[in-house]
């Protein structure tokens, strides 16, 4: 059975920094990949890594925002800097398999002073 916890969200000053966690079990992982929905709005993609190590990133938050993996662990990790109010969401964690993809329940980031 596939399990996605994220762990790491929190609340966090303008310009401060989060590191968030995501650790898959059950399956082997192909792409991993943060996503988040700000309050009222669509589910967006933030970032994702391939098993390789490919990596690619939302406009809104390259230069600030680094995804990486260790795959020994299936754990992907999102470390956030210069975080700005508008970066205020749910952040997801999805995994994809070779059969589906799979979820995490989300972990809160609040960016206010």
């Known amino acids: 059975q596939v399990q996605v916890v994220e762990s790491g969200g929190g609340l966090v000053q303008p310009g401060g920094s989060l590191r968030l966690s995501c650790a898959a079990s059950?399956?082997?992982?192909?792409?991993m990949a943060w996503y988040r929905q700000p309050p009222g709005k669509q589910r967006e993609l933030v970032a994702a890594?391939?098993?390789?190590?490919?990596?690619n990133y939302a406009d809104s938050v390259k230069g600030r925002c680094t995804i990486a993996r260790d795959n020994a662990k299936n754990t992907a990790y999102l470390q956030m800097n210069s975080l700005k109010s508008e970066d205020t969401a749910v952040y997801y964690c999805?995994?994809?398999?070779?059969?589906?993809?799979?979820w995490g329940q989300g972990t809160q980031v609040t960016v206010s002073s």
């Open positions: 059950g399956s082997i992982f192909s792409t």
């Open positions: 999805k995994v994809e398999t070779a059969i589906r993809d799979y």
């Open positions: 890594i391939t098993r390789g190590g490919s990596r």
